[in-house]
């Protein structure tokens, strides 16, 4: 079983090797209102994910009182601390925002040297994440190209797309078919080697560093799970498609 991680910036802490996880719920917002006249209800939620909560538990036994409050000292310091990240293998981890609950169960006869932790997590971003970004390029050289890109999380992930221009590219239009989401972006300055980067998690807009926000029009595209169709319509140009794998 690999160890489990905590990491805060550049500082790593391996979890004793009597750690794990205990749960993960995560529950999806759901609104209700009364079918007027009739049985039943409407869903009328937006069926996105709440935050959720990591229950994490940690096994401690020492010879000692003195090794164990030395112990539950340094593993209180490290839970204690917040926006760090949980790595449950070597490439995925998990935000956790803060400690929300933390207790400290001793074995019957060994109070003080032998012990279950269990501490709480609030995590406000509800995703598991790789720490390798993937990326897929394509050079464009007719209006309309269709071109695919994968996406291998099961949930869909927002995109951050680059338009570099091989030429003047008056305007770009590039849909996602698989969900309908369009990107329309219309610019005279957008000329040969500029390029405009649409980065959905954020809702900017930036030709080469500038804020074009007001040059973008239609909704930032998402990519669903699996395999999405994308249409685009403009000049010749490179189009960097990147997202960060996700999963529920």
Known sequence: MESLRLVKNSD??????????????????????????QHGTVDTGDGKIDSRTVDLTIYVSEETQAEYFAAVDAIKKRLYRRDQKLYVTPSRYINLSSLYSFKEEFITGFANRRCFITAEFKCNDPFFYSDTPIAAGFTVTESPQVFTVDNISNVDSPAVITVTAAEAVPSVQLTNTTNGRMSYYADPQLTGGAAVVFDTANATVKRDGSNTINAFSGTFIELEPGDNVFSYEGAPCVIQIAYIPRWL
């Open 12 to 37: 790593e802490w391996i979890l004793p090797d009597d750690s794990w996880i205990i749960g993960v719920p995560f529950t999806v917002r759901r609104k209700e209102s009364d079918r007027a006249c």
